[in-house]
């Protein structure tokens, strides 16, 4: 009995972040105060594959930029450092497993 509520709550908990980085919306201006290419490869000799993404430091905290999948927006890579922008946020933020939340679009500051 105890072991099954333990695979209960780690599904809902699991299911509770994987949500979270899809509806937790947030739009407002930050300073931008680096952007960072990370290409990460993993594989072995039988074959592999190359992660691309862009982290980007910020006066309010680290975010991502994808370049595939759900929360993908390689057109916002084009940011400048010491620029502010309205940036559009989804995710949630847990640093200490590297979880930020991803840019999904970038507005200039008016």
Do not use: W
């Given at each position: 009995?105890?072991?099954?509520?333990i695979?209960?709550?780690?599904?809902?908990?699991?299911?509770?972040?994987?949500?979270?980085?899809?509806?937790?919306?947030?739009?407002?201006?930050?300073?931008?105060?680096?952007?960072?290419?990370?290409?990460?490869?993993?594989?072995?000799?039988?074959?592999?594959?190359?992660?691309?993404?862009?982290?980007?430091?910020?006066?309010?905290?680290?975010?991502?930029?994808?370049?595939?999948?759900?929360?993908?927006?390689?057109?916002?890579?084009?940011?400048?450092?010491?620029?502010?922008y309205?940036?559009?946020?989804?995710?949630?933020?847990?640093?200490?497993?590297?979880?930020?939340?991803?840019?999904?679009?970038?507005?200039e500051?008016?």
């Open positions: 009995m105890k072991k099954r509520l695979i209960i709550l780690t599904t809902v908990f699991i299911a509770a972040c994987i949500c979270a980085n899809f509806v937790n919306r947030t739009e407002q201006p930050h300073k931008v105060l680096s952007i960072d290419k990370i290409e990460a490869t993993e594989g072995n000799s039988d074959g592999f594959s190359t992660r691309i993404y862009y982290q980007v430091s910020t006066d309010k905290g680290a975010f991502y930029i994808r370049t595939e999948g759900l929360n993908a927006a390689p057109q916002c890579a084009g940011i400048k450092k010491d620029s502010i309205v940036l559009v946020t989804r995710g949630i933020i847990v640093p200490i497993i590297g979880v930020y939340p991803c840019i999904i679009e970038v507005k500051d008016k």
